[in-house]
Every structure is written in structure tokens, then in C-alpha cells.
């Protein structure tokens, strides 16, 4: 009979760590069960304490009774022909000790004396839901496995473009009234394979470079006049001329700016 009822003391503090003691005893003093470190002294003193609080030369006539304090609190319970008594903190979870102390103990008490669960002295059969709250406030909530993260396909990467040709040049000055600042013109042909190579895709900045490493971008456009001297020739505005510190006649290398 006893052993069962000192196996659910004994876990208390398991089912609820902030339930500081524990004990279940009867009216004379005897005792049943007790959290560990429990003394007898203790629950005789207890009881000596409630039968003045009682005026009763026994608990009896106790049924349920709570004291608390600042930090404390201290409830007895009568179930069957025993009393079980537990000493918390106040800031325990009170869902998960009243399970235990109104529901999951006194079953166990009365199963242990072969009492009647079904019609229990001082306390009100169990709803549906009731006893759904009971398991869930001493069941600790089911871990959920982890879902393994499908790995993200990855993007195919983008195709590498080819490496800017480089064509070289002879500079020619063009000037006038209508003749941008801004803009060379060289061979069609150049420009055509400079297109092909890169699949259609449009550009409209080359650079020019010098022999001495200086560099400038710039727009072009393609010669309007095929002349026979016209290959290998960049007419360049005296704007850009000055950039680069060339001059008529030099040579310099030019390559279309692929973003």
C-alpha cells in the first residue's frame, strides 16, 4: 500500500522542482511517505501547528486548507483516511502542483487503499478536460524532430563572357561644328566582331589606351565613310586627344567595355 504512495512522493520534486517538501500522514502522526529530508519532527511539529490553527484535538475536521507568505506557500489536503501536505515556492507553476496535489495523487492514495476512484471522498469526479490538463501540466511537452533541411538547389552559374579583344589603332583627328567632344569613330567591321563575339549584347563605351598607359572611356559610333585608308584608323576629337596626351599619327589600343 505504502510503496506506491512513497514512489509518487518521491518524485515530486521531479514532476515539479519548485515543490520544496512533501509528506503524506495520517491523523495520529504516522507517516506514510516523504520527500527526502523530511524529518519527523517536522510533520509532528506540522501537525501540533494545524490542530491550533483548527482548535480540533486532531486534524480531523481539516479538508483543505493553504498558508502562504512572502515567498512560500503551504497546503493540506485530505484524501481517504490521510493528509498530504506540501511546502512550495509561490511562484511555482500552479496548474502543474494543483494536478498533482488535487488530481494525480489522490488517485494514487486511493488506489492504494482500495478506495472507489470513481466516487472520491471531498473531491469532485474528473471532467474530459480535466484530465487532459492534469497530463499536460506534469508531462513534459514532446520534443518535435528536427526536419532535416533539404538542401537549395544551387543556381547554374552564369556563363563567363569572353576576354575584351583589343584592336590596335592609328589616331586621326576629326573636328567640326556637329562632331561631338565625347565620341571616336573607327571601322564597322571592328565593331560588327566585336558584337559576334559577345552574342549581340550591346556596349556602348570602349577604352583607348596609349602606348604610355594612360586610358580614357568614351562613346563611338562606326565610320560613316568607307575609305580604303579607313583600316586601322580611330578618329578621335582634339578633347580626347588632349586626354590622353597623344597626338595624330600614334598608336593606340582600343577594346570594347563589356559590363
Known sequence: MAEAIKTLIGEFKTLSPDVANAMVFKPNGETIAATEGTTPEQIETLI???????????????????????????????????????????????????????IVAPMVIRLAFNSDISSPQNTQPLTDK???????????????PEANALPQPEAPPEP????????????ERIGGILVPSDTVRMDSEVIL????????????????????????????????????????????????????????GKLVMVKPVID
Open 48 to 102: 501540533a501547528q494545524l490542530n491550533s490553527i483548527t482548535h480540533a484535538d486532531c486534524i480531523g475536521g481539516l479538508e483543505n486548507l493553504t498558508i502562504q507568505d512572502v515567498n512560500t506557500q503551504f497546503s493540506v489536503r485530505s484524501v481517504s483516511d490521510v493528509y498530504l501536505a506540501t511546502v512550495s515556492s509561490r511562484s511555482v507553476n500552479q496548474k502543474a502542483v494543483e494536478s498533482l496535489t488535487k
Open 130 to 144: 480535466e484530465a487532459v490538463d492534469a497530463e499536460a501540466a506534469i508531462s513534459p511537452p514532446a520534443e518535435e
Open 160 to 171: 563567363s563572357l569572353p576576354k575584351p579583344p583589343v584592336t590596335q589603332f592609328m589616331v
Open 193 to 248: 566582331k566585336w558584337h559576334d563575339l559577345y552574342g549581340g549584347k550591346q556596349f556602348t563605351l570602349v577604352s583607348i589606351e596609349t602606348l604610355e598607359g594612360k586610358t580614357v572611356c568614351c562613346k563611338y559610333k562606326p565610320l560613316k565613310e568607307a575609305k580604303p585608308n579607313a583600316k586601322g584608323v580611330i578618329q578621335v576629337p582634339e578633347k580626347i586627344i588632349q586626354a590622353l596626351d597623344s597626338g595624330v
